[in-house]
Structures are given as structure tokens and as C-alpha cells.
């Protein structure tokens, strides 16, 4: 059995974790959840283990220099450089492009937490099985909570080692959440996926012939210069972005999912970090990180770069310091951070 | 009629408004309210009134350079040196010590704010003309809240002016204090007093020997410096410290009251700076200083010397970045800042 190929995307600009998350350091090149950064983490979820390759990452040029020194001794590793932040769709077009028309490709965002690697690879071998297969595969993360934050995936019929996609459902309000979470025929849509490269192209080309045909155009004008592949940035420029949900998987006869429980999180937001951290925790709940003095306080998470955060009295609150930023939030509030003027016009 | 002589007391650590208000730059030298400090709004209240003679202000060594500096051009000002921090009771005997013994001192502290100054002086006038005729007066503010958090004065029988002091009453708990604010006999201790000079040292020799003979002996051994008075440092380093209700008001047969509504505020914690501030409030009752985006919050108090705060979804919260501090606190925790270990170890 050939060994399956990890995809990794750098994309997204990770604005609901600012201040920390910026820019010239976005996310995924961060280490939230532990010494490792969540890039490094996806790396070596699959380094190690010889029915992975090496990972091949798709990121924009803003960033190469931090995953090359992030990727550090990472053997066979490629970088595909975008020309352009075009959504997921051409990004995997990309690397499917790149790869051998059989090539089995794991996709995996490089932002997201996953606390089981062990059940990550498990879920993986599975979904790699139906994808040669020429299913395309999403991971159907195992739902522990009414979540309004994710879309869905509604379970179908068995397949070998999954089950057919029935629905793609979109971020739900609560009261469907909890239906959802009630009839246990739903996972959250983690944005995991497996292909068969060729299958992928011939999907995408199906789907989005102009997308299909525009990757095809800046992969063939592209420039190799080491382990980095730089596609042409003139056909890329004018695609048409989207995500490969809606691009392929909501379009193919062909969808497919795997289950996984693997204490999964995309760390979407300051309380999701939190959540993430809960391990951490004293006995009120509060995680905190670099210097804080907390007094009478619950479920606060609190994380500084350098100044002392003291907190009297409060409960459910995020609060971040980094550089000259300071920001409080609720967990609730979390979600909008993305939306202040500081994450906006940086 | 002589003129009526302020004294002015800048004693007091104000560790509840850590971290802005600092051992080396505490609470009477900044400007929470206004532009000026509430020390400097305490000098300008009698200033430029030829029924106030100028101020004498005492003080610990630590901060006469910043009093000489906020005094300005205040003619005629003098400042007494406190050897130790002693409370009010020795403090306010030297000042009285200094006086010509018909004076009519109007003692007042450095870090209380008072919205409307006439009412001040009107109050004055009045507490003045009952000191004249040896009276010891207190100022009784006008509550309008069942607070806790300071003691009360019960009106007695009416006087010329004024009301002879029933009963003086500790800090109460909130239902007593619920019932002296419906009874409409109690007002709040503001710690403004008016005495004769003379008489307040009577009495004080009455209740406190031992300490009105130290005080005398710290200024017959002081040292006058151009405006600069500094006490003896020996005796009154042998004084043990007491307040001036407690060593004199509360044993006084010649306790009187004046009432005064004046827009006082003690400035005690964030959560009353953010209530003298509430004028400048927006519609949801926030008010912030320096650079503050706020998002979906209610009664929040924000204020910063640099770094950006953001703030989403938060109700009732003070937050205050200081130099390399940041406190994020309740308005009911606000009382407890200074319990925090910045606040306690600075």
C-alpha cells in the first residue's frame, strides 16, 4: 500500500485570536496549546511513521520563511507557495496537481488542535481506504456539544471503515444544534479531508471547470526552486476563490466520512483556547499563562506576554496581552473579536 | 471675620486604585477627574476667596516636591513635613499647633472629589461659624445610596447652621445601611472638619494626653525651612496613631455636623472613579480613557496610558492598564484591589 501524502494548509488569516494571532505571525505558527507550534504539531501528528510521506504545505509567500524554519529538519518536505489566498479549493487543487495521479492525500488545515494523534492516524488509514476507493473523504469530528460555530455532516448509509455524506449542514443556530447533537446522526465538519489526487482534479473539473483549469495553467508555469514550487501567479490570480466544500464535496455522488474522536479543536476562538487548555486548570476553572494574580475569579483564561494581568471578581472572561494590545472578552464575545477595529486594521 | 484656614492632608497609600495610584505618585496627585489633580482641585476650591486664608498642607517627606510643584504659585501656601504617618489625629494637631490659636481650621483631605465647589464653600462658611464657637464639626455628605463602605453621622438637635452629632456609626452592613439612608437622620463621615485651633488642641489634650504632648514637643524642637515646616522627628515618632474620630470626635461633648451636598465622592475604588466620571459617559453607560475599543458592553470603565484595550461583551467591569500593569476588576471587587498582591508588594 503506497503511503498516504499529508497536505498541510496554511491559509486563513486567524483574526478571532488577535491580538496574539497577527498577520506577520497568524496562527498557525504559534505555540497556543503547548510548546510546539499548531504548524509544528500537524507536522509531527504524521512525522515518523512510514505510511505517511512527506508533508507537502500550501501557503502564501508571506509565510514561507516561517515554515521553512518551522519545518526545521522535516525530511522530503515540499512548500507550495500561492500566488494569491484563493479559499481551500484551488489551494488542494494545487497540491493534488503536484502529486501522482494516484497519490492518496491527507488534507489537513494546520491550525487546529488534536489531542489524540494515535486516533487522528487511525481515522486517517480509514479515510485514506475509501478515498482509493475514489470516495472523497471528510472527518466527521464527533460532536460533545450543541456547537452553532462549525457546519455539520449528517451520517448515510455504512460504507467500508465510514459512511456516506447524506447532508452538508451549515453553522446551525442553537436550538438545531442541540437537535443535531440529540440524534447522534451528526459530526462537526472539521475540514479534514482525503483524495485520491486525480480523483480531486476530475471532481474539480466537473465542478469548476474554470478553477480546475486556471490551477492546471499556474502549475504548468510554475517554477521549482528546491523543495519550494512557486505556481504562476497570473492564471492563479484570476480564479475564482472558494472552499472545497462547496466547490467539490457538496457537488460529488462520491461523498464520503469518516468518524473522529480525537479531542479535536480548530482553537477558533480565545475560548476555544481555553477550552483546549482545560487540563490546565485550577480548581475555579481558570487557566492562565505568563503573569497573572487572579482573586476570586471562575473559568477565566488570562495569557501575557510581559505585563502582570491582576484580575478581582470576574467570571467566563478571556483576557490576552500581547504587545501593545490588551483585550478582554467574554466567552461568548469571543467570537467577535475577528470584528474589532484592532484585528481589522492591523 | 478672619479668614478660615485650609489644611490640607495628603496622607493615605490609595492602593485601591493600583496600579495608576503608586506608592511614589499616589492617588491626591493625579488628575482622575479632570485635568487636575484631585490635589490640585483641593487647593483651587478655597483659592482666590478672601474668606480662605492659603493653605497649609501636611505631608510626608516622600511627596513635597510634588506638592511644592502642584501648589504652583499658591501665595503664602505652607507645607508641613509629617516625620511618620501617624493618621489624621497628629497630622491635623500640627497643623493646629502652627495656627494662631483663634484660627478656624477647615481641614480637608488631598484625594476626595467634590463636583460643586459653592456648596463646598457654603458648607465651610457654616462649619465655620460653628467652630467659632467651639464646636468640633464634621461635614455630614448627603447619601444617596446605601453605601457600606463608609461610616455614618446621625443628626442630633439642630444648631445655628448646623445639627449637634447624635451618634457616630461605623461602617454598617447593607441592610443598616438601607435603613439609615430611608430614616433620612444619617449622613456619611466625609473626613471634612472645621475646629478652632486652640479648641481642637484642648480637647485633644483632654482625650489624648500623650499625644497632643508629643505633637507639642515635635513642633517646639521643629525646624522651619522658607515655607517648609518640619516637626521634630523623635517625638512624634513615639506617637501612636489614631484617627481624628477616634481620638477626639467621638469623645467630644462639642460634636457638631453641618450638612453638605456637594457632589462628594471619595474616589475609593475604580467603581467610584468611574461613578464621578458617569458624565461623560455614552449611552451604555461606558467611559473610557486613552485608546479603548469597546464592543457590546455596559457600565464599563476603561482607561489605559498606551497600550490599546478591547473590549467585547463584558457589564460592570473596571479595566486599567498602568505602565506594566494590567488590573481587570468588578465593580465589586474594586474594593479589593488593593488586597492584590501588585498592590500590596509595590
New interface residues.
Given amino acids: 500500500m503506497s503511503a498516504i501524502h499529508p497536505v498541510i494548509l496554511c491559509g486563513g488569516s486567524g483574526t478571532r485570536l488577535w ?1 496574539v494571532s497577527r498577520k506577520v505571525m497568524p496562527k498557525p505558527f504559534l505555540p497556543l496549546v503547548s510548546d510546539e507550534t499548531l504548524f509544528e504539531q500537524a507536522v509531527s501528528r504524521v512525522a515518523g511513521d512510514a505510511r505517511f510521506a512527506p508533508p507537502m504545505v500550501v501557503a502564501g509567500a508571506a509565510h514561507a520563511d516561517l515554515i521553512t524554519a518551522q519545518l526545521g529538519q522535516t525530511a522530503g518536505a515540499r512548500l507550495v507557495i500561492e500566488p494569491a489566498a484563493k479559499n481551500t479549493a484551488p489551494a488542494i487543487a494545487l497540491a493534488a496537481a503536484l502529486l501522482p495521479v494516484d497519490a492518496v492525500m491527507l488534507v489537513c488545515p494546520s491550525d487546529h488542535h488534536i489531542a489524540d494523534s494515535a486516533a487522528f492516524r487511525a481515522a486517517a488509514l480509514a479515510a485514506a481506504a475509501l478515498a482509493r476507493e475514489d470516495y472523497l473523504v471528510s472527518f466527521g469530528i464527533a460532536a460533545d456539544r450543541p456547537e452553532t460555530g462549525y457546519g455539520y455532516l449528517r451520517r448515510g448509509e455504512p460504507l467500508a471503515g465510514g459512511y456516506a455524506i447524506r447532508q452538508f449542514v451549515e453553522k446551525p443556530d442553537l436550538e438545531r444544534a442541540r437537535e443535531y447533537l440529540a440524534s447522534g446522526e451528526y459530526s462537526w465538519n472539521g475540514g479534514i479531508f482525503a483524495f485520491r489526487a486525480g480523483h480531486l482534479l476530475g471532481e474539480l473539473a466537473a465542478h469548476r471547470p474554470e478553477m480546475a483549469r486556471l490551477v492546471a495553467e499556474a502549475v504548468a508555469g510554475g517554477v521549482a526552486e528546491g523543495a519550494r514550487f512557486h505556481p504562476a501567479a497570473a492564471p492563479f490570480a484570476e480564479i475564482e476563490g472558494d472552499s472545497i466544500d462547496y466547490a467539490v464535496m457538496e457537488n460529488t455522488a462520491r461523498a464520503a466520512m469518516v468518524s473522529a474522536d480525537m479531542g479535536w479543536s480548530d482553537i477558533g476562538n480565545w475560548a476555544a483556547l481555553a477550552d483546549a487548555l482545560a487540563g490546565e486548570a485550577d480548581e475555579g476553572g481558570n487557566v492562565v499563562r505568563g503573569s497573572v ?1 487572579l ?2 475569579c471562575r473559568d477565566v483564561f488570562a495569557t ?1 506576554d ?9 467570571e467566563g ?1 478571556c ?1 490576552i ?1 500581547s ?8 466567552r ?3 467570537q ?2 475577528g ?5 481589522v486594521n492591523q
Fill in positions: 491580538p494574580d482573586a476570586a501575557t510581559g505585563p502582570r494581568i491582576s484580575v478581582v471578581g470576574l472572561v483576557i496581552v504587545g501593545d494590545e490588551v483585550l478582554v472578552t467574554t461568548e464575545g469571543a467577535a473579536v470584528k474589532l477595529p484592532g484585528a
